[in-house]
Every structure is written in C-alpha cells, then in structure tokens.
C-alpha cells in the first residue's frame, strides 16, 4: 500500500501536447479512476506512473520515493491491460508464476503467492488448464493474478473490463469491487465508462483537453460538477443545458428565467455570482418531470419516448429551441408529439459564459 503522488506532470508526442500540469495526491490504500473521453490522455498517465512511457516535466513519488526516472520493475507497481497476452502454450500456473520466475523469486514462494492469488480471485481450479479452455472473464482473471502475485504496492488498471461483453463486464465490476477490499493496495483505474468509475473508485480524477478538470467522491463529481464538461460527461443520459437570464427570486436567491419568463428557483444566492454575459441552467434528468399541460413551468413538446421498464425518458423541445430530457414513471403514457407540461423538481446548476459551474456553498 503506497502513497502515489503526481507533481505537475508534461508530456508531449513529438510536437504534439497531451497532458499537461497533472498534479495529484493519492492516499495509500485508495482506490482512483482516471475518467475522460478516448483519447484524452488517461493510459498515457497511467504508463508514465508505470515507468513504461518518459515523464517530460513532473515529478512521481510512489511511497517516499521518487520514481519518474527508475525503470518500471524498480517501482512496485504491476499494471493489467485492456488487451491482457496469457502465454497460450503455458498453462495458468505457469502463466501466473512467469514474472516471478524471471525475478528468480524462490519456488516454493512462488507456489505460494500463486495458490493465494487463485483463491483470492477463486480460479483454483484452472491453475492446470491452458488459457483457451477459459472464458474471457476467466482469462481477465488471470491477468489480474499476475498482477497480485507481484505484491506490488500500486495497481494499475487499463480499461480492464472493455473488453467483455456487457453481462460479464457488470460481473467482472462486482469482482473488482471486492477483490479490493481483499487487497490491502492503492489501485488507479483508468475507464472512459462514467459507471465503472462511479461504482469502484473512492476518488474520480476527471479528465480532457490534457487536463485534469475535477478531482472528487464519486457523488461530488456528480452533484456538484466544476464545469459543463464534467456534467454532460457523468450522468446518463447527460444533464440538459436551457439558456436562461438571472433575476433575484426569493431570499435573494437566483432565479433562471427561460426566454418566456418563466423562472426556475435555485439555491444560489444571486450575490454570490460572478458577472456573465450569458448564463445556463443545467437540469439532470431526474429533476425534470412531465405535468400535465397548463400546469407546470412551460408547455413542451414531446421530441421522442424511451421506455426503460423502471422508469421513461422523455425527450422535450421547448418553444425556444431548447431541449431537455425528464424522467416519467415506467407506466408514462407519454407519446411522441404530444404536449406536456415540464416541472422542476429537484437540484439545478448554473454555468457562466465560460463554462464553469456555480453551486451553493457546500454545507460545513
Ligand atoms: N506512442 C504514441 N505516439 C504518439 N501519440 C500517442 C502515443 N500514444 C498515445 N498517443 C496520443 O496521445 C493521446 C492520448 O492517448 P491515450 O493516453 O492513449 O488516451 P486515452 O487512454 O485517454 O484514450 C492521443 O491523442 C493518442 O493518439
Ligand atoms: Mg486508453
């Protein structure tokens, strides 16, 4: 169990950037996903904590020591790959005890630190079965053995799961989420999967445009985003934006007002906001509901219907343009092209011009 800190990390490919200023203190024993789009950086980070890509600017400590310019065996880390390679002619013991046998760890330990990664992860009874004889969910299993066999101080984990197909890979989550609780380690997941990251990490480190853009609980991430980027990106279907002018409501509060004047209450005190040119309401879709016509804030107009069993989505177009998905009952006899009344009813966010979110003081 380590301490892993990342100190003002730079990296470009030839002439092009792609992470920039990366600073972030990770508590041994914690469990963090690297969240962000395909392409945003997330491995590239994750193979420079690894050692397996140069560190341009920035410092890595792992523990108390300073690890950017030791080689990857010389950091105790042991990281698992989206496309994880089992040797396909050694059986899984043999695939398992591989690395170990090359860092001439003794036999018996070895038979030992196989035997305990196989129970842990209940795969004892492939240890004499060849890869192509498992499943893909077994395999990834064995991949992870590798990995714990090392004893390392720091698990990496490269998209692990986006290769199964969707019933394994919710399994396969489940796995993961109590392999650590088995493993007393420090683990950084990368995913661009906003689920994956919800339900496994401690700590979500959101990322793109070569940056970090939040860093926070899964539920900070999600109530109180840092920016539109991070709104639409966790949350599904992706919090709506309506274009809105701010008056002062009750207690001082602001008020967004939708181009027909008709105005949404927020728990923002209007003094405590920044001069913007523009400003957008952000609405998740759980806090927008469907009322009958006449009754709710504004009449819209029912764009499409998606019946999820436990509840429906539906997809509104106001009058001004905007768009906006809310959420019904599962028995919603909401149709397409009808016209529906949009309640709020539930937390609403502010974005200034720039993108960036306004929330209340959080509560001390
Ligand atoms: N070895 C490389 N040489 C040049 N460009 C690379 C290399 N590896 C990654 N990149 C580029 O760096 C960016 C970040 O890639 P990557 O870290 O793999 O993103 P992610 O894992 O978030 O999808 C991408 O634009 C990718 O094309
Ligand atoms: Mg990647």
Known sequence: MA????????????????????????????????LGPSGCGKSTLLRMIAGLESVDAGQIHIGDRRVDQLPPGGRGVAMVFQHYALYPHMTIFENMAFGLRN??????????RVAEAARILEIE???????????????????????????????????PLSNLDAALRLRTRLELAQLRRRLDATMILVTHDQVEAMTLADRIVVMSDRRIQQIGTPMEIYARPANRFVATF???????????????GADGLARAALADGAGVQTAMPLADLPSSPTWRLGVRPEAAKVVAPGTGLVDAKIAFVERLGDRTLVHLRLADGGALTAEDAGTSRAAMDDIVGLAIDGPVHLFDAEDNAHHPRAPT
Do not use: H, W, Y
Request: hydrophobic residues 50%; without cysteine.
């Open 3 to 34: 301490r892993v800190r990342l100190d003002r990390l730079s990296k470009r490919f030839g002439a092009v950037p792609v992470l920039d200023d990366i600073s972030l203190d990770i508590a041994a024993g914690e469990f963090v996903a690297f």
């Open 234 to 248: 966790v949350g599904s279907p992706p919090m709506a934006f309506l274009d809105v002018t701010l008056n002062v």
């Open 125 to 159: 009874r492939f240890l004499p079965s060849k890869p192509g004889q498992l499943s893909g969910g077994q395999r990834q299993r064995v991949a992870i053995g590798r990995a714990i066999v090392k004893k390392p101080d720091l698990f990496l984990f490269d998209e």
């Open 103 to 112: 860092a001439k760890v003794a036999k018996a330990e070895i038979e030992a």
